[in-house]
């Protein structure tokens, strides 16, 4: 998804053009506008089922945004959502993206999901002798996520448009000519992240430092599956190989992470797919990932 | 020597805002000698002073403001003289340049603190992850410990840096959630509104938008 | 927008005295924009109401001071407050100021305590011996103990007060590496691969392993 919010960096000068002071407001329109640029064009090609669908050219952050350009568009009552239609527009942009680029579907595909998820519920007939709660909108927890996520588009806006006030003052403190210049050294305020980056920090120095010593101990298969374990845990969809091996600093550990990688695919704890020839490599945990790590983390003592 | 005076000075001073705390501290001596009784009158007679002073600040033939941010009071130049100021002084910080995902993502964190990744995500629909790491990095939010569910997911919040360069006294000072609900509930209405009348809609829109901004711009 | 104002914003904002020449050019346009007729009768507004702001400023409510000093204007501090503001200065505690070797020691201890110096110079290569001293004199760490191997080597270990500055709980509120890379990863993934860019992108993937292959192995 990252690229896809790259594109749309707002800084300061896009939204003040010029030395005006920024009357941006907390419009969720605004939010959108980068979106309807693209208008012409999707109403150009004129290929799907409906003029108001929208094309490949649109670029959205995510899939609550596509949605939200689908209804609008349409002058769809959000409360009222045809959802076979929108469902049926959502799916053929999502193929699209996907002929272009099968990575960034991740979250749309789910998005998908749960659409034909409330449409196949809205065409179950309702039980007349269920109770007034079970008789709920299918279509509910939808709209209201969606009408949450441009609450905090407006929000977003909002924080935008005081930053920019915020950015425009100066201050000027004369408290320096009171301090003593005391403690030569340079000094420098720290919170948590600075901890954990400083010690990251000192890792990467300590696997990049010159290694003279040549018997000194070395990463083995069993500390990569370790950290393979560890780090996979924290995942809840698939990774790329690649950032996997980003941070690899020598041969010797690149090759221990291979078989490392290797090895979990034989205990079937992993999946890695690669949905076409030279393309991106994914790495994803296998529906038993904890039951098998845990299982022979026991019985390896060589993991450790 | 007054006591606007010298909460004046101090202000002037220091170098983050200072709060009513320290300058009660600091001018207790002179107040009690000037005749106040105890501490809650001292901090009462500070605190009036304070409203004096920001008050005539905030007059139109005063180029720089005394303003209440991240907790305390803070002099500096007023926005309106922004151009002026930055066409020669050098010690402008550098403007913060956030994109919209992270500008989101800060919102969410903002009014849902502390709030955990996967929180983040249900809200904005994608992984917010690398937004986080910038915004960790540009010491916007920072870590407060851990939610105790299945994973001890991290928790993160808004830090004294946000409040700084939002201007906001404190997070309670952001606009409620209500009005970005009222906001988004008539923007959608607004779609609906038969074609005719849609134009005429669409030009009361931006008055109504102003006239939030400027009710926020009286809350500073 | 009053031209005292605006003089009061320059003044204010500039690191140096500034002089009236210097002045006179900033705010020329908007002055000539309310009636000045010439250079001369600019620099005339501009004196007169500096002149002004000077002796508003020099009243007793006051106690900040605008004095013509090394051929400019400057504020300052009023001398009879200079003894407030000074300890002021000297009651302020930064939140938490660290050089980076110290940071840098921290973070070792914080995330491989309990930890011996030897330990901790050989992770970051250098020797640690004086930073532990000062952390020590913090009260950021304390002694743990001593380490069963040859020479008994003193441990160490983070202290409350080190959770307490950090806003931490405890030492497992830390991120933990994986977590950390984890989110670093994610903020690089803008860069991995823009769909537009992606076949370009396969095409250099050998390439760049081939490059990290053969800069590892000349480190070997």
């Known amino acids: ?304 | 020597m007054s006591l606007k005076a010298q909460l004046e000075a101090i202000i002037y001073a220091a170098e983050t805002p200072i709060t009513l705390e320290q300058m009660t501290q600091l001018v207790k001596e002179s107040v009690v000698a000037a005749g106040a009784v105890d501490e809650a009158d001292v901090k009462s007679r500070v605190r009036s002073s304070l409203e004096d002073l920001a008050g005539e600040y905030g007059g139109p033939d005063h180029g720089i403001e005394i303003r209440q941010v991240a907790g305390g009071y803070r002099m500096s130049t007023k926005p309106e003289q922004h151009e002026m100021v930055r066409s020669f002084a050098k010690s402008l910080k550098p403007p913060i340049r956030l994109s919209l995902p992270a500008l989101e993502t800060l919102a969410v964190i903002a009014y849902k603190q502390p709030a955990t990744v996967p929180e983040i995500n249900e809200i904005r629909g994608v992984d917010s992850g690398g937004v986080i790491a910038t915004l960790l990095d540009r010491k916007l939010i920072t870590t407060a410990g851990r939610k105790q569910v299945i994973g001890r997911p991290i928790l993160y919040k808004t830090t004294k840096e946000f409040l700084m360069r939002f201007g906001l006294k404190d997070v309670n000072e952001l606009p409620s959630m209500e009005e970005f609900e009222k906001l988004v509930a008539e923007s959608f209405q607004g779609e609906l509104i038969p074609a005719e009348d849609a134009a005429q809609a669409r030009e009361t829109d931006p008055a109504e938008a102003e006239e939030i901004a400027e009710s926020a711009a009286q809350k500073e």
């Open chain 1, 1 to 304: 998804m990252g690229s896809r919010m790259e594109d749309r960096i707002i800084t300061s000068e896009d939204n003040a053009p010029g030395p005006a002071l920024p009357v941006l407001v907390a419009n969720p329109r605004s939010a959108a506008a980068p979106v309807k640029e693209s208008d012409r064009q999707s109403a150009k090609k004129e290929e799907s089922d409906s003029p108001f669908a929208v094309s490949v050219s649109d670029v959205y952050e995510g899939p609550l945004d596509l949605l939200l350009d689908l209804i609008r568009k349409q002058d769809i009552d959000i409360y009222d959502i045809p959802i076979a239609r929108i469902t049926a527009q959502y799916l053929a942009y999502v193929e699209k993206i996907r002929e272009l680029d099968v990575n960034v579907a991740a979250d749309f595909i789910y998005m998908a999901a749960v659409l034909i998820h409330i449409k196949s519920k809205m065409l179950l007939p309702r039980d007349p002798s269920a109770k007034a709660e079970e008789l709920e909108d299918p279509r509910t927890e939808l709209v209201n996520r969606l009408l949450e996520h441009e609450k905090f588009k407006s929000a977003a806006q909002m924080l935008l448009q005081k930053q920019q006030i915020e950015d425009a003052v100066l201050t000027n403190p004369a408290l320096k000519e009171f301090v003593d210049a005391e403690g030569a050294e340079p000094e420098m305020a720290a919170d948590v992240i600075d901890l954990v980056k400083t010690f990251q920090q000192i890792l990467e120095r300590v696997r990049t430092r010159p290694v003279i010593n040549v018997d000194e101990e070395t990463v083995t298969v069993g500390q990569m599956i370790d950290y393979l374990r560890r780090r996979l845990a924290l995942e809840d969809r698939p990774i790329r190989l690649k950032q996997l091996l980003m941070r690899v600093p020598s041969r010797q550990t690149l090759v221990c992470m291979f078989l490392a990688l290797l090895e979990m695919v034989r205990l079937q704890a992993i999946q890695v797919r690669q949905d076409q020839m030279f393309g991106e490599i994914a790495v994803r945990k296998h529906t038993g990932f904890d039951a098998i790590m845990a299982e022979q983390a026991a019985v390896r003592d060589d993991w450790r």
